[in-house]
Structures are given as structure tokens and as C-alpha cells.
């Protein structure tokens, strides 16, 4: 909707004004969330597909708008990134994630998302070092989780981050595994922990018959590669039995439960029995 006038100046038309005013207003609202402490965290569980236990739980951003009610990330984050915000936003978020699950012992680990833009920036290992110490959380027990975009950028500045963000003995989880260009090369390029399988190809279970076959393969693969597995947005029972007989290691997702004010430390044992 953008064209150059003839005095060669840009102009808009009324809707892309409206558009640059509300992201603007977007950005300087959550400026002030910030400032203000007004962002929230949410936990969802996530469960050994074996036993059934909450073997660890995801850390999801959430804001509530005074006015425009719920944001969700998949939104204001991009909106963080071009902002600048993203880097204090990920530490608050950080922070808050060890705080919290330092509070639940019994509970093994907890993911925490790192934007393609924190996971880039130099400081990172020592803000995840800093966070660790101030809220004596153990760095065997964070997981951080990172999308394959990061890999694409800058290989090698990836790879090192790599190195020292797994130096602090943290572990990485390959995020919407499948979802990239490249996935299956990357895991031999680069050392992860373990990965999570996408949900658009735990909704193929049982759609199509190539669903599986590919579930089969990712998950063969990975476990030749040392890696865990875990499968991301499982809502049905058919699902969960299905990716626990192609021995998938944990799985998350609305059947399960969703995200949560804080961790929970067990499921229905209901929903397990019925796998
Ligand atoms: P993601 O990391 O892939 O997170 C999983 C998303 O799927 C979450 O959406 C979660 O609520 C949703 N989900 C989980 N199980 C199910 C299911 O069974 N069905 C369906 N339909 N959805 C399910 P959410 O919370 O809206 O987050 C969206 C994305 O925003 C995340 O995708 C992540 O990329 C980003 N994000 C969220 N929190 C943070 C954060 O603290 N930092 C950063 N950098 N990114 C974040
Ligand atoms: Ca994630
Ligand atoms: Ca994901
Ligand atoms: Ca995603």
C-alpha cells in the first residue's frame, strides 16, 4: 500500500496509517508493561510419554492489555524484536522462568523460548549465567529452546553460542522441528539436546498416511543422534497413543493440559491411562 508520490516522498494510505499508528502505540504500551511489570509467564505442562509424569514445562509469555485485552507473543514478540524490547523482555522473562521453577523442586526442567534476536546477541550466556545465580536455579534443570532461523544467519556465531550456552550446562532444544528448510542436516551440524516435532505433523496423525511415516523417521533419526524427542501440540488421544508406540519421549499439548499460572506436577492420571 505504499507508493512514491511524485515529490518522491512516501505516502500511505489511511488503513497502513491506522496500521503504523496501533503497532506504535503497541510498542509504547509494552514499553511501559515492561517498566511496569505488567507481562505474566504461563507454564504448560509436559509428559514423559512412558510414565506419564510432568517431566518439565514450557515458559509462555503472556499480556494483558489494559485495552486491547489479550496479545498473545505470536504477536507483540515480532513487535519486541524490531522495538529493541526483545532483549530486555527475553532477561525479564528469563529471570522470572528460574525464579518461579526454582520454587518447584520436584519439577525436572523448565523451557524458556529464545527469540532469533536474543539467541544472537553476544551477552546471552552471561545473562543466563546472571539469572541462574540470582535465583539459584541449577543450569541442568533450563532448557532453552530455539528455532531454526537462528542457524540460517550466521552459522558459525551460531554454532559458538552453541558451545557456550551449553558450556553453562543448560540444554537446547531444536523448536518446530520440520518447520525450516533444512531441519535433518541441521541436527548433525549442530549439538542439540533434543528436539520438538512441530504440530502441524502431530495434526497429520492419522489424516495422512505419510503423517506417521515421517513422525517415524524424525524420531528414528534423532534417537541415532542422542537427541530426546519431544512432540508439540498433541490434543488428542489418538495422537498421544500414537507418538508413545513410535517411542517419542515426551509430549505436550491441550490433551495433556494448557498453559497454566504456574507449573503443575501432575496431570489427570486419567488421561494417562487412557494412552
Ligand atoms: P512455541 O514456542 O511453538 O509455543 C507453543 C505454542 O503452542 C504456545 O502458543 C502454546 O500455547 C501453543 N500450544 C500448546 N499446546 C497446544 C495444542 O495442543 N494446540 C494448540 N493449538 N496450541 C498449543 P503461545 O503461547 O501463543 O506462543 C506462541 C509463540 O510465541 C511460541 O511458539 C513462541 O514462539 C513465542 N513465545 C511465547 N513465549 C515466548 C517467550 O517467552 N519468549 C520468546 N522469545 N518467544 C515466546
Ligand atoms: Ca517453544
Ligand atoms: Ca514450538
Ligand atoms: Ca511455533
Known amino acids: ?25 503497541i510498542e509504547n504500551d509494552l514499553r511501559l508493561a515492561l517498566a511496569e511489570e505488567a507481562l505474566r509467564l504461563e507454564f504448560q505442562p509436559i509428559i514423559d510419554a512412558r510414565t506419564g509424569e510432568v517431566v518439565s514445562s ?43 521453577a526454582a520454587r518447584y523442586p520436584d519439577l525436572k526442567s523448565v523451557a524458556v523460548n529464545l527469540s532469533p534476536m536474543q539467541f544472537m546477541s553476544a551477552n546471552l550466556p552471561e545473562l543466563v549465567r546472571n539469572a541462574l ?46 518447520t525450516g528448510y533444512s531441519s535433518l542436516s541441521y541436527l548433525r ?24 511415516a515421517i513422525i517415524a523417521a524424525v524420531i528414528a533419526l534423532a534417537h541415532n543422534l542422542g537427541l530426546e524427542v519431544t512432540a508439540e501440540g498433541v490434543e488428542k488421544k489418538f495422537q498421544a497413543e500414537a507418538l508413545r508406540t513410535l517411542g517419542c519421549d515426551s509430549l505436550q499439548g491441550f490433551y495433556f493440559g494448557r498453559p497454566q499460572p504456574e507449573p503443575v506436577m501432575t496431570v489427570d492420571p486419567k488421561l494417562i491411562e487412557a494412552i
Open 1 to 25: 500500500a505504499k507508493r512514491i508520490d511524485r515529490g518522491g516522498a512516501l505516502s500511505y494510505k489511511p488503513h497502513m496509517e491506522r496500521e503504523v499508528r496501533s503497532r506504535r502505540e
Open 58 to 100: 514450557e515458559v509462555l509469555v503472556r499480556w494483558y492489555h489494559p485495552v486491547r485485552g489479550e496479545i498473545p507473543p505470536s504477536q507483540f514478540v515480532p513487535i519486541a524484536e524490531e522495538a529493541g524490547l526483545m532483549l530486555s523482555l527475553g532477561s525479564w522473562v528469563l529471570k522470572r522462568a528460574c525464579e518461579t
Open 133 to 178: 545465580m540470582e535465583t539459584g536455579f541449577d543450569a541442568g534443570r533450563l532448557v532453552l529452546e530455539v528455532t531454526e532461523s537462528v542457524l540460517i544467519r550466521d552459522a558459525d556465531a551460531a554454532r559458538d553460542m552453541l558451545t557456550s550456552l551449553r558450556d553453562l550446562g543448560v540444554r537446547i532444544a531444536l523448536d518446530d522441528f520440520g
Open 189 to 212: 551440524q549442530y549439538r542439540f539436546d533434543k528436539i520438538k516435532i512441530d504440530k502441524c505433523f502431530v495434526d497429520e496423525i492419522g489424516i495422512t498416511s505419510d503423517g506417521l
